[in-house]
């Protein structure tokens, strides 16, 4: 039973391998860079497997509610980390770029190797095309190492993923960039769709000659973001926010958010964490987050408590007054959706993360109860009869479309044996 189990993720591994591209050179966004400076970046990834949220999570080296809260996920659910992601479900994974050998890249995952791993999957199946069998050779200095020779099992290997800063801005605006591998079938126009972008901006950040990308390419796609203003004494100087999402900072005692009424970060307390010092504007009774009104004949007194960071381990706050013509309304907030139980290989786009959701002031989150729950779409961006530009449809989508069923079976088979 043990050895027919054993073939049967190999099996598993082996098809998704088949199907992956390879063979062709993938292009990556390269940027140079010196010093030791580094930004904060997204990853997208696709699970190769059913996976646990912590487990996703533990393979970047991530805190499970952070990775939640960078997909508008909801972070405060009891037992959220241990909830089972579906296989297929696309990710943005938040990372750290840092500069390294000259060029912008996140060095900081590590791997183990598993029974069977090789460099070709551990690259295109665990990592999902985020980082070629190549690079992880080089990176590692395996010079000689067969991309489909079995690894030792323990094997440490840093993983290289790709990622860029560009000063945390596009065309002079805050962004916080994705790296996307590009998949059968995308198209950079319906890519930039996707995201709210245009193919200028995409052609432009990626060095592009013509709007094609070929499955494999890894593209930085900018996303429009909420950016801090934190002093540089503080521990999360330069924080930023993707549109629609949220992060969590001063170690997880408060949550920031961006959009979707605005591209201003909005912080208020997170109380996830049961240590936080006191989250109280000086020399008042208002709590961070919350805004206070006085409407006058003129217009409205607006008083506000917000976030300045988190320093030497204190939450810092400052009390902002100001005359507004008008009492503004209640805060809205991103939506917050529950981790999803499957996902919805028919549509070709992910939902707007700024689509507006009404909440309540002084920092009320929708509750989860508001959660949209079930299906969850990927971002696979076009079919293969896209628009004009768009990459062909490669011979190898024949293979996929006949195994497929397959291979479902064969890790459904696996888990219930």
């Given at each position: 039973m043990?050895?027919?189990?054993?073939?049967v993720?190999?099996?598993?591994?082996?098809?998704?391998?088949s199907?992956?591209?390879?063979?062709?050179?993938?292009?990556?966004?390269?940027?140079?860079?010196?010093?030791?400076?580094?930004?904060?970046?997204l990853?997208?990834?696709?699970?190769?497997?059913d996976?646990?949220?912590?487990?996703?999570?533990?393979?970047?080296?991530d805190?499970?509610?952070?990775?939640?809260?960078?997909?508008?996920?909801?972070?405060a659910?009891?037992?959220?980390?241990?909830r089972i992601?579906?296989?297929?479900?696309?990710?943005r994974?938040?990372?750290?770029?840092?500069?390294?050998?000259?060029?912008?890249k996140?060095?900081?995952?590590?791997?183990?190797?598993?029974p069977?791993?090789?460099?070709?999957?551990?690259?295109?199946?665990?990592?999902?095309g985020?980082a070629?069998?190549?690079?992880?050779?080089?990176?590692?200095?395996?010079?000689?190492?067969d991309?489909?020779?079995?690894?030792?099992?323990?094997?440490?290997?840093?993983?290289?993923?790709p990622?860029?800063?560009?000063?945390?801005?596009?065309?002079?605006?805050?962004?916080?960039y994705?790296s996307?591998?590009?998949?059968?079938?995308?198209?950079v126009?319906?890519?930039?769709?996707?995201?709210?972008t245009?193919?200028?901006?995409?052609?432009?950040?990626?060095?592009?000659?013509?709007?094609?990308?070929?499955?494999?390419?890894?593209?930085?796609?900018?996303?429009?973001?909420?950016a801090?203003?934190f002093?540089?004494?503080?521990?999360?100087h330069g924080?930023?926010?993707?549109?629609?999402?949220?992060?969590?900072?001063?170690g997880n005692?408060?949550?920031?958010?961006?959009g979707?009424?605005s591209l201003?970060?909005?912080?208020?307390?997170?109380?996830?964490?049961?240590?936080?010092?006191?989250?109280?504007?000086?020399?008042s009774?208002?709590?961070?987050?919350?805004?206070s009104?006085?409407?006058?004949s003129?217009?409205?007194?607006v008083?506000?408590c917000?976030?300045?960071?988190f320093?030497?381990?204190?939450?810092?706050?400052?009390?902002?007054t100001?005359?507004?013509?008008?009492?503004?309304?209640?805060?809205?907030?991103?939506?917050?959706?529950?981790?999803?139980?499957?996902?919805?290989?028919?549509?070709?786009?992910?939902?707007?993360?700024?689509?507006?959701?009404?909440?309540?002031?002084?920092?009320?989150?929708?509750?989860p109860?508001?959660?949209?729950?079930?299906?969850?779409?990927?971002?696979?961006?076009?079919?293969?009869?896209?628009?004009?530009?768009?990459?062909?449809?490669?011979?190898?989508?024949?293979?996929?479309?006949?195994?497929?069923?397959?291979l479902?079976f064969?890790?459904?088979?696996?888990?219930q044996?």
């Amino acid at each position: 039973m043990a050895e027919l189990r054993g073939f049967v993720a190999a099996a598993a591994v082996m098809l998704v391998v088949s199907m992956s591209p390879r063979g062709v050179g993938a292009k990556t966004t390269i940027e140079p860079c010196s010093g030791s400076d580094s930004c904060p970046a997204l990853l997208g990834y696709t699970l190769y497997a059913d996976m646990k949220v912590s487990e996703v999570a533990a393979l970047f080296g991530d805190d499970p509610a952070v990775l939640l809260a960078a997909n508008a996920l909801d972070f405060a659910a009891p037992g959220a980390a241990h909830r089972i992601l579906p296989m297929g479900l696309f990710v943005r994974v938040p990372t750290r770029c840092a500069c390294a050998d000259g060029v912008r890249k996140s060095v900081s995952v590590r791997y183990a190797a598993r029974p069977a791993d090789t460099l070709a999957t551990v690259a295109d199946v665990v990592f999902a095309g985020l980082a070629s069998a190549d690079q992880i050779r080089n990176e590692n200095g395996l010079s000689s190492t067969d991309a489909d020779a079995p690894l030792d099992a323990g094997q440490k290997l840093v993983i290289p993923l790709p990622c860029v800063c560009f000063n945390s801005s596009d065309n002079n605006l805050p962004a916080l960039y994705l790296s996307y591998a590009v998949q059968v079938g995308d198209t950079v126009p319906a890519i930039a769709a996707s995201y709210e972008t245009t193919v200028t901006d995409i052609m432009n950040v990626n060095a592009m000659g013509s709007p094609v990308a070929a499955p494999g390419d890894i593209l930085a796609i900018p996303l429009p973001a909420c950016a801090s203003t934190f002093p540089k004494s503080a521990s999360d100087h330069g924080l930023i926010v993707a549109n629609g999402t949220y992060a969590l900072t001063a170690g997880n005692c408060v949550q920031c958010s961006c959009g979707p009424g605005s591209l201003n970060l909005y912080c208020t307390p997170a109380s996830l964490s049961g240590s936080c010092t006191s989250m109280q504007c000086p020399n008042s009774n208002v709590m961070l987050g919350n805004v206070s009104t006085h409407p006058i004949s003129a217009g409205c007194n607006v008083s506000s408590c917000s976030y300045g960071g988190f320093v030497n381990g204190t939450i810092t706050t400052s009390l902002n007054t100001g005359f507004q013509p008008r009492c503004p309304g209640p805060h809205q907030f991103p939506v917050l959706t529950d981790p999803p139980t499957t996902v919805n290989h028919d549509s070709t786009y992910l939902p707007p993360l700024s689509a507006p959701a009404p909440a309540e002031a002084g920092g009320v989150i929708p509750s989860p109860g508001s959660s949209v729950e079930g299906g969850f779409t990927l971002p696979k961006v076009s079919p293969a009869n896209g628009p004009a530009g768009s990459v062909s449809e490669a011979p190898l989508m024949g293979k996929p479309r006949q195994i497929l069923p397959f291979l479902v079976f064969c890790l459904v088979f696996y888990t219930q044996m």
